[in-house]
């Protein structure tokens, strides 16, 4: 079992930048791939970044390159996801979630998720 715990979520006015902490603890391992989603209001749940835990390869969305960086640290067991340059549409609630096996960018894959954080962008 993967306990997984998000934290710094906020409400930032557009243009500006929050970073997310996930906090793993229990069962986990380097051969964990770990990822963020998010979804808005009405919508479904969507890919934002990735990371294979092991070689610490990184996966983006399209609307998040350039602006979302994910990142790990090992002796924390704790991944990040800096968030910069912030849109409205960006609004929604940001979930860590972690899957044994390499990075999917679909939600079904992953076995363990956090509670989500919200994430508020103001024009």
């Known amino acids: 079992q993967v306990q997984l715990v998000e934290s710094g979520g906020g409400l930032v006015q557009a243009g500006g930048s929050l970073r997310l902490s996930c906090a793993a603890s229990?069962?986990?391992?380097?051969?964990?791939?770990m990822a963020w989603f998010r979804q808005a209001p009405g919508g479904e749940r969507e890919f934002v970044a990735a990371?294979?835990?092991?070689?610490?390869?990184?996966y983006y969305a399209d609307s998040v390159k350039g602006r979302f960086t994910i990142s790990r640290d090992n002796a924390k067991n704790t991944v990040y996801l800096q968030m910069n340059s912030l849109k409205p549409e960006d609004t929604a609630v940001y979930y860590c979630?972690?899957?044994?096996?390499?990075?999917?960018?679909?939600?079904?894959?992953?076995?363990?998720w956090g509670q989500g954080t919200q994430v508020t962008v103001s024009s």
């Open positions: 990371i294979n835990w092991g070689d610490g390869s990184t």
């Open positions: 229990g069962r986990t391992s380097s051969y964990y791939a």
């Open positions: 979630a972690a899957r044994v096996g390499r990075v999917r960018t679909t939600t079904e894959p992953y076995n363990y």
